[in-house]
């Protein structure tokens, strides 16, 4: 059934009376309709064509300046099968280089999308792959060097989900936009005109990343959708610059994990909340058991920058008004079989520390303090000027500057002598194109320790062309939820193992990335470039 048809059905339940008073009344009231994005998949020659394109937006009553994919803003679903081949033209018609990075996908070096693989202003590019992997809800964004953060913050993001065989054999809901609903959530600024996204990549956000004072769910403030009584399917896709998010359902019932980044968990987890990073995916299943309309939220959360109005407090994502009829869905006990881990006993191991210079750090919170207060420090404290690095002391001392006394708004920045653009750092380098860590051998296990020791800076690590498991997170058993198949892992002062394996090779010309998914700290130099072979 597709959405569409799904309108008119309702529009004549209520007209029948089957739909409960309160709804007949929410489907015509204030609250907009979600917006469903709709499925691109391969026509007959298994091609699509998919076009980075500049656009329009209404939100607070203005047309607002906006970039997506096939249209204004966001972008279509993609939707593959396992195992069948597909090619990809992708059509650059926006002022700027840009890229497509199939994020989640086990795909070549070649077809990543990583910054090396540019497509010029008013080019395109055509990349051919087959997805080898269980059904996962996926995404695609761009991905060029030091621009990914202000592109995505612009709209260019949009699901991509894989089918499979066994995930056909599942009654778990699966019509799309009617109890398979994909939720991408995204904050914004505006600036103060309200015509255009107010996108700056100064030392603040540098430090603590680029944040909004709005939250869209398909690019719509808290819209409404009318939902089948049973179980339904929520998609998530976190696909904020560098806010996490907490969500839960404001009757305080449960949700149950069916998927994370990767695919199927082996069996439903029940939790009451579920924290999502930057670049996180998860598939819910919620039970909806009377007509009592709800909303699914997102809590405050202890990040910095994140904690200011309307996140400071429980905001609504969604009005989820459940209808009479029923759907035919169930929640299974058991979702899919997951590869036992093999031993770690002599694998390789390789460390990757992530840090920030200490002058970035006191500059971007002392830039925070005085645009935003105290509370946008999340509880935590503010760095000590002693901790500022010897140089910038004499420089600023030599300019006869006190920081303390500095003057900044959001429309007028003091004059930086420090370049903040490499201030984010992987073993002791910021990232710069054709540098490659190391040369991984393909299909051999190896544990990736993560470390963010010393920094207490919230990490949301990603690593390319691969899904792995958590061993450990921030120095903590991995929760139940996530572990399944993943490829983003939290890193938060403390140290996460995981388990790496990559099924396809990357050259020097087109190697994977691994990097802080929070995406202003991977364009200020938090991502290294490695490459995978044959023989390692």
Request: aromatic letters at 6%; a negative charge; charged letters at 15%.
């Amino acid at each position: 059934m597709q959405r569409r048809d799904f309108i008119k059905i309702s529009s004549l339940l209520v007209a029948s009376g089957v739909l409960p008073a309160w709804s007949r009344e929410a489907m015509v009231g204030q609250r907009p309709l979600l917006t469903t994005p709709s499925l691109l998949e391969p026509d007959l020659h298994q091609r699509i064509d998919l076009t980075a394109m500049t656009g329009r937006s209404v939100w607070n009553g203005n047309t607002v300046a906006t970039w997506g994919y096939n249209g204004g803003y966001l972008g279509p679903t993609i939707k593959l099968q396992r195992n069948q081949p597909v090619s990809v033209r992708i059509h650059n018609q926006l002022p700027v280089d840009t890229t497509v990075h199939w994020h989640g996908l086990v795909v070549g070096g070649e077809v990543d999308g990583g910054p090396q693989e540019l497509i010029r202003a008013g080019g395109q590019r055509e990349v051919s792959f087959t997805p080898d992997q269980p059904a996962a809800t996926c995404w695609y964004h761009p991905h060029p060097h030091m621009t990914s953060g202000l592109q995505v913050a612009k709209g260019l993001a949009g699901m991509l989900v894989i089918e499979d065989e066994h995930i056909k054999t599942l009654r778990i809901p699966s019509q799309w936009g009617v109890d398979d609903i994909p939720l991408v959530f995204q904050d914004k600024k505006l600036t103060t005109a309200g015509t255009d996204i107010d996108y700056q990549l100064d030392i603040m956000h540098a430090a603590v990343g680029w944040f909004g004072d709005m939250m869209l769910t398909n690019g719509t403030q808290y819209p409404q959708i009318a939902l089948p009584s049973g179980w339904v399917r929520l998609r998530l896709l976190n696909g904020c610059n560098a806010r996490s998010m907490n969500l839960a359902l404001s009757h305080g019932r449960p949700m149950y994990v069916i998927a994370s980044d990767g695919g199927l968990l082996a069996e439903p987890v029940k939790i009451e909340h579920l924290t999502m990073l930057p670049g996180e995916r998860f598939e819910v299943m919620i039970e909806l058991t009377d007509t009592t309309p709800f909303d699914l939220l997102t809590l405050p959360v202890t990040q910095m920058g994140m904690t200011l109005a309307p996140f400071d407090q429980p905001l609504p994502l969604l009005k989820i008004l459940p209808l009479r009829i029923g759907g035919a869905s169930e929640l299974p006990d058991q979702l899919a079989s997951l590869p036992a881990l093999p031993t770690t006993q002599g694998l390789t191991r390789r460390r990757i520390n992530l840090s920030m210079d200490k002058q970035l750090d006191s500059e971007g919170m002392q830039q925070l303090m005085q645009r935003y207060g105290h509370q946008a420090m999340a509880g935590m404290s503010m760095p000590h000027t002693s901790a500022r690095s010897e140089a910038h002391d004499t420089t600023m001392q030599h300019a006869g500057h006190d920081m303390s006394g500095m003057a900044m708004s959001a429309g007028q920045e003091t004059q930086q002598a420090y370049d903040f653009h490499q201030g984010n750092k992987i073993n002791g380098k910021a990232y710069q194109v054709g540098d490659i860590a190391w040369q991984t051998p393909q299909g051999q296990h190896e544990i990736w320790e993560i470390s963010g020791e010393g920094d207490m800076m919230l990490h949301p690590f990603h690593i390319h062309g691969t899904q792995y498991r958590i061993l450990s997170e921030n120095d903590q058993p991995v929760a139940a939820h996530r572990q399944g198949l993943k490829d983003t892992v939290r890193v938060e002062g403390g140290v996460s193992q995981v388990l790496v394996s990559f099924a396809h090779t990357a050259d020097r010309q087109a190697p994977y990335m691994a990097h802080c998914h929070l995406l202003e700290h991977e364009d200020t130099g938090m991502m290294m470039s490695f490459t995978v072979g044959k023989n390692g």
